[in-house]
């Protein structure tokens, strides 16, 4: 069954727009509640934010539904979705809440949910609580002296700082190490230079002066050439790039080159095979990593196991199989040793601990594969359109597929947070790649155009 509201990662839209209004985080606050609502013990839900303008009407919507069912809220600030997952586990809450839409720009935002486990809910959790939004409340509405209470909780992004530093390893420190790190002017803005800085790094810190309209914009991992230029001019051994909500990073090398989560995974997953600590004999990651770091892997013995585009879809399957390690080349990295889910900051300190421990420079440590040329363009379509499903569109995809057959691959899907359908091919010969995409690409457009 389709879901109405959530996508690949919460509910995501234009804020104060369907499905992003006020009324309709209300409807989750209280469906969500009621879902979460289970014995006779004080419940409760963490709500974090990142620094968006509209998270100011999202989260006291989000808490009138909440308390409407009897929940306690801790509103805990603007803070990493990472850190909004650790704080439900560590507070012992029913529920989690992170309002963001991440690395998109200020003008949207969504709701992200996590059980009380810490990770994000499951498709079937999803539908359940859509099914309470749109077929009403019943007499669940508590009685006014069991209604729940607000607080704001008090340094909460401290007990995230603390927590982040105690994945670093303990015999090692940052010291005479320069540190660009871009928090996109977003949820990370004071965590992460204080992690760094207390581990002993010389931080230059950017994108760490949020107004509610700047997030994303020009900056972080979105925009990465910004940490690429300051890692040069600041002449830093290294950059990191998070995004609006910190749950994904990306690498400059000292020589202001880019390095993505697929080279970040295949440096992580190495150490950990080295050490011995890697579980599952493999790395997990998603339908768009680069075959050359799937080539990488098994030169190492390891595997590269793909799943579906979205950190909660990698989740689910290092769950499954018992792997410590998996993300996404758009810089989600998940190690289940640490987090539930991506988190920027610490897969940037583990990535660290392999650069200070080699004592090589950034550029030599992360650069594991030469990654096969790739190409990936957007097509944008209107609502209620479905050009995949078009006899022309499927035609131009095999036709795609059959052309890289043995030396590539084509990937084609539909966007789960914008209205947009993502052509990926990647392959040994660049020229017939762009080719590929191209003629695809000009296929979905005609196609969007005539519907």
């Known amino acids: 069954m389709t879901r109405k509201y959530f996508g690949t990662d919460g509910i995501r839209g234009r804020?104060?727009?369907?499905?992003?209004?006020?009324?309709?985080?209300?409807?989750?606050?209280?469906?969500?509640?009621?879902?979460?609502?289970?014995?006779?013990?004080?419940?409760r839900v963490v709500i974090g934010k990142d620094t968006r303008l509209s998270g100011y009407m999202i989260e006291p919507a989000l808490a009138a539904g909440f308390i409407s069912m009897g929940m306690d809220v801790i509103f805990a600030g603007p803070m990493p979705t990472p850190a909004v997952a650790m704080l439900t586990r560590s507070l012992r809450a029913d529920l989690g809440v992170m309002i963001s839409a991440s690395h998109n720009p200020y003008q949207d935002n969504g709701i992200k949910l996590f059980g009380p486990d810490g990770y994000k809910l499951s498709d079937d959790i999803e539908r359940e609580i859509e099914a309470r939004m749109d077929n009403g409340y019943g007499d669940h509405l508590v009685p006014s002296e069991k209604l729940g209470r607000a607080q704001r909780m008090e340094n909460s992004v401290g007990r995230y700082i603390e927590y982040a530093k105690n994945t670093f390893p303990r015999h090692l420190r940052l010291d005479g190490l320069k540190v660009v790190v871009d928090c996109a002017n977003g949820a990370a803005y004071k965590a992460a230079p204080a992690v760094l800085w207390?581990?002993?790094?010389?931080?230059?810190?950017?994108?760490?002066?949020?107004?509610?309209?700047?997030?994303?914009?020009?900056?972080?991992?979105?925009?990465?050439?910004?940490?690429?230029?300051?890692?040069?001019?600041?002449?830093?051994?290294?950059?990191?790039?998070?995004?609006?909500?910190?749950?994904?990073?990306?690498?400059?090398?000292?020589?202001?080159?880019?390095?993505?989560?697929?080279?970040?995974?295949?440096?992580?997953?190495?150490?950990?095979?080295?050490?011995?600590?890697?579980?599952?004999?493999?790395?997990?990651?998603?339908?768009?990593?680069?075959?050359?770091?799937?080539?990488?892997?098994?030169?190492?013995?390891?595997?590269?196991?793909?799943?579906?585009?979205?950190?909660?879809?990698?989740?689910?399957?290092?769950?499954?199989?018992?792997?410590?390690?998996?993300?996404?080349?758009?810089?989600?990295?998940?190690?289940?040793?640490?987090?539930?889910?991506?988190?920027?900051?610490?897969?940037?300190?583990?990535?660290?601990?392999?650069?200070?421990?080699?004592?090589?420079?950034?550029?030599?440590?992360?650069?594991?594969?030469?990654?096969?040329?790739?190409?990936?363009?957007?097509?944008?379509?209107?609502?209620?359109?479905?050009?995949?499903?078009?006899?022309?569109?499927?035609?131009?995809?095999?036709?795609?597929?059959?052309?890289?057959?043995?030396?590539?691959?084509?990937?084609?899907?539909?966007?789960?947070?914008?209205?947009?359908?993502?052509?990926?091919?990647?392959?040994?010969?660049?020229?017939?790649v762009q080719t590929v995409v191209d003629d695809i690409v000009s296929t979905v457009t005609v196609a969007c155009k005539a519907a």
């Open 15 to 43: 804020a104060n727009s369907h499905p992003m209004t006020a009324e309709i985080a209300m409807k989750v606050g209280m469906a969500a509640g009621r879902q979460f609502t289970r014995g006779d013990h004080v419940h």
């Open 198 to 432: 207390e581990l002993g790094a010389e931080v230059v810190p950017v994108g760490v002066t949020p107004n509610g309209t700047n997030i994303n914009k020009g900056c972080g991992s979105t925009a990465p050439s910004y940490v690429c230029e300051q890692v040069v001019a600041h002449g830093a051994h290294i950059g990191i790039a998070l995004d609006g909500d910190a749950d994904r990073v990306l690498i400059s090398d000292e020589n202001g080159q880019l390095v993505d989560g697929d080279q970040l995974m295949a440096v992580i997953g190495h150490y950990l095979n080295e050490t011995g600590q890697l579980r599952g004999g493999g790395v997990v990651a998603t339908i768009m990593s680069n075959l050359g770091m799937e080539k990488y892997l098994n030169g190492l013995g390891l595997d590269l196991i793909r799943t579906q585009v979205g950190d909660r879809y990698v989740v689910e399957k290092m769950r499954l199989g018992g792997y410590n390690v998996g993300g996404e080349q758009s810089g989600h990295i998940v190690l289940s040793d640490f987090t539930t889910t991506g988190d920027g900051i610490i897969a940037a300190l583990q990535v660290l601990a392999v650069v200070i421990q080699s004592g090589k420079p950034v550029s030599e440590i992360c650069r594991r594969f030469t990654p096969y040329p790739q190409i990936l363009k957007n097509v944008r379509f209107e609502a209620g359109m479905t050009p995949l499903d078009q006899p022309l569109v499927q035609q131009a995809i095999a036709a795609g597929e059959q052309r890289l057959l043995g030396s590539g691959r084509v990937v084609i899907r539909k966007s789960g947070t914008e209205p947009l359908i993502r052509v990926m091919a990647e392959g040994e010969d660049e020229l017939l």
